[in-house]
């Protein structure tokens, strides 16, 4: 009967119930021991795939202390892990991580793991803003993907180049990658990557200026993700419906969602998401002409910011955090901090000073 459940737990995890997956799941004491590992990369797996960032890698870190000895187990736990430390900013972890597993992968008959560490490796490339390196290995990716049409991976991938070509610069090249993914989601009827490609055109429209646009996005990406067990995207819908509703004054319920937003994210214990829902909140009171309030919000953000390593964030923080020094008249502190913002955004390719609308 627990072995049972245990395979209804993982068909569950694999068709996007993770709530239901977390429900079956029996208990370590129930399976047999050769099982238990099995059955904690499942919970890991569907924690992770919620959100819960820090519980699941107190369980992938559980796995990687003890099985190697079952080498599929482990890889599919280092890149689990690998996943979750590169959501929250610890790539050097997460590249640490696949090192590892990729030695593993060719030395034990794991030659199924590689495309996975591959396609890691990228997406780790991309969070650290190295988009020559991740651009042109995203394309490739794709080409694999539409030759052997796998539509879901392909969506997932055009979601991945549309992120890494707006944060560069490129934004109606990211809008036509997030309308091709969404496409491209319809087609395979992956809701989740349908949403997720709506999350990018809200995103990519307000950094155009099309603030209504961006609004109607974020408010199908709540409607689409509402009834799902995905709580990050639920919080994300929030937060970015929240930048859209601020840029066009509509500072009440601005407000009221990224009060929202706030409460998802810290019951996931994400830290560096938090830290932008802290940051629109003081840009909030910062619009609102009161940089006093605006300014220990803004200082709150770049420190969660720091520590997690999220560079587009320490950018946006000095930047809004510099006007409301200067508004205090902290005039010099203001300009180190803004020239600051400045110098480092354009060395990690970016252009978070630019954006009048974010």
Known sequence: MSIERLERARQALEDGGLREALRL??????I??????ERDLVEADALRGQGFFGRSEELYRRLLSFAKRDPHVWLEAALGSAAGLRS????????ALLDSAERLARRADGAWALPKIRLERVLVARAEGRWSRCLPEL???LAGALRERDLSRASFLLWAIGGALRFSGDLEGSRRAFE?????ARRAGDASAEGYAVFGLGGVTRIQGDLRSSERWYRLAMKSFARTDDRFAQAYAHCGLANSLRQQAKRAEAERHYRLARGLYSS???PVDLAYVDWGLGKLRLDDGRPREAAPLLERALAAFSRGNELRGECLSEVALSQALHALGRTTEAERLFTRAVRRGRAG???AHLELYT
Request: net charge positive; glycine share 14%.
């Open 139 to 141: 394309q490739r990716l």
């Open 88 to 95: 929250v900013g610890d790539t050097a972890r997460a590249t």
């Open 268 to 270: 996931l214990g994400d």
């Open 180 to 184: 091709r993914s969404r496409a491209l």
């Open 25 to 30: 799941l029996p208990g370590r004491a129930r």
């Open 349 to 351: 390719g970016l252009h």
């Open 32 to 37: 047999p021991a050769a099982l238990r590992g």
